[in-house]
């Protein structure tokens, strides 16, 4: 069997703003790449896509288990693929740090949306750090866009941190919800709520409608006590169903909606910088981290370091200076 043929940044760049599937999806594993070379030229391809991208609606979805993500996302996209738009699907999934695991079964799971023309679906880094996997993902977005995908919906797999990270790479962050709040509403971290600008109470359909406004009128209560994170926004909660398509329509209006408010007000464009600045100095610490751990003189103090630290001979902050001060030297 041959091999592949080499695409060289030229091929890649070519290939991407031809939308051409078979050339993105190959854009997108180099970016993926943590091999030196591979990221030396990820990076030259994202400087020469970059302009070719940005006009874009980058929506960020996150949900409590079994609320029905893979379903809802299949649906929304399917309705805005039935309007003109095309759609990329991305995913942050920082459990495919632990187990290696990734979301190929939510991608057989929208079957739909996998087969549509105008969609195109990824699973997220099946290895490597979380910053890792964020890192691949907001550069994948960079790649889908200049591919012409002009909705982009950024799925959190997993729970906790990637919350945080997903909402530092959207324009617009959706948290999804199920009917009958009661205790649920009591374990819901703050932290998810103060990210939303909507929330959604899915599954809203047959028995589940009463109980679906009920949840979504404690939810709003919840949400009241929350100061807004902007002057242009104060987030509201709908109810909609993935099944049948109920309130889908609602949703992507708030999220236009959400938009021209953001843009009347100047601030849609200085989050979209400020995401980048932030990323920047990600980036930078990530980077002296690792440099830091490949230093041959600080790998040889290290494991004293940690034993020390274990019997308790020495504190945390004395190795961690000690560290610091090799890796300086």
């Not at 009347?264 to 990530?286: D, I, K, P």
């Not at 003189?297 to 190795?319: K, M, N, Q, Y």
């Amino acid at each position: 069997m041959s091999r592949r043929r080499q695409l060289s940044v030229d091929d890649y760049v070519e290939g991407v703003l031809a939308g051409d599937r078979a050339v993105l999806g190959r854009a997108i594993t180099l970016v993926e790449s943590t091999n030196a070379a591979h990221r030396a030229q990820a990076q030259e391809l994202l400087v020469r896509l970059l302009p070719r991208g940005g006009a874009t609606q980058r929506i960020g979805v996150t949900g409590v288990p079994g609320v029905g993500k893979s379903t809802f996302i299949e649906a929304f996209g399917s309705m805005l693929t039935g309007r003109g738009h095309r759609v990329a699907v991305l995913a942050v999934d920082p459990s495919s740090t632990r187990s290696g695991g990734s979301i190929l079964g939510d991608k057989t799971r929208m079957e739909r949306l996998s087969t549509d023309p105008a969609a195109f679906i990824r699973p997220s880094p099946s290895a490597g750090t979380l910053g890792g996997v964020a890192r691949a993902t907001r550069e994948s977005i960079t790649v889908v866009e200049a591919a012409g995908y002009d909705v982009v919906l950024v799925e959190t797999v997993g729970v906790g941190q990637s919350e945080t990270l997903v909402a530092a790479m959207v324009d617009f962050f959706l948290v999804l919800m199920l009917p009958g709040a009661g205790d649920e509403l009591q374990g819901i971290k703050k932290g998810i709520l103060e990210l939303a600008d909507l929330v959604a109470v899915n599954k809203a359909d047959g028995d589940n409608v009463e109980r679906a406004r009920a949840a979504a009128a404690e939810y709003a209560n919840a949400l009241h006590l929350l100061a807004p994170a902007s002057p242009s926004w104060t987030p509201s909660v709908v109810t909609c169903s993935a099944s049948t398509g109920d309130g889908l329509d609602t949703i992507w209006r708030l999220v236009n909606t959400h938009r021209d408010a953001f843009e009347r007000s100047g601030e849609w464009s200085a989050n979209r910088q400020n995401q980048q600045l932030r990323w920047l100095w990600e980036l930078v610490e990530q980077g002296l981290v690792e440099r830091l751990r490949a230093d041959p003189a600080v790998a040889e103090l290290v494991p004293g370091l940690e034993a020390d630290v274990r019997a308790g001979t020495s504190t945390p902050s004395a190795a961690a200076r000690a560290i610091l001060d090799t890796f300086e030297r």
